[in-house]
Nanobody
Framework: QVKLVESGGRNVQAGSSLRLSCTAF????????MGWFRQAPGKDRVFVAA????????YSADSVKGRFTVSKDSAKDTVFLTMNNLKPEDTAVYYC??????????????????WGQGTQVTVSS
């Protein structure tokens, strides 16, 4: 059974940086990609960033481009989301997810098969 464990979320001031981690356990085959999504209170879960399993390709939402970077440690089946210049509107629960099979679509939750439990990021002004 695949399990994703996220960590790194906490309360920070605007302008700060954070790095979230997500480690995948129980993978029996190489997935296509891993993604990060976030969900603010009362809002839908939205795409933040994704990286193909090889690390060759990365994708980011327009709202975080230039501030957030997704990366991967293949040896440890771990992905990272490095977040710089955080803003109050970045406050949300951040989820990582695994996309098991190939898909050209990385930005919608239904394209992902496994999800972590989420980690809270709160940015104060």
């Amino acid at each position: 059974q695949v399990k994703l464990v996220e960590s790194g979320g906490r309360n920070v001031q605007a302008g700060s940086s954070l790095r979230l981690s997500c480690t995948a356990f129980g993978l029996t085959s190489r997935p296509n990609a891993m993604g990060w999504f976030r969900q603010a209170p009362g809002k839908d879960r939205v795409f933040v960033a994704a990286i193909t399993w090889t690390g060759e390709n990365t994708y980011s939402a327009d709202s975080v481009k230039g501030r957030f970077t997704v990366s991967k440690d293949s040896a440890k089946d771990t992905v990272f989301l490095t977040m710089n210049n955080l803003k109050p509107e970045d406050t949300a629960v951040y989820y990582c997810a695994v996309q098991a099979d190939y898909s050209p679509i990385y930005h919608t939750p239904p394209e992902y098969d496994y999800w972590g439990q989420g980690t809270q990021v709160t940015v104060s002004s």
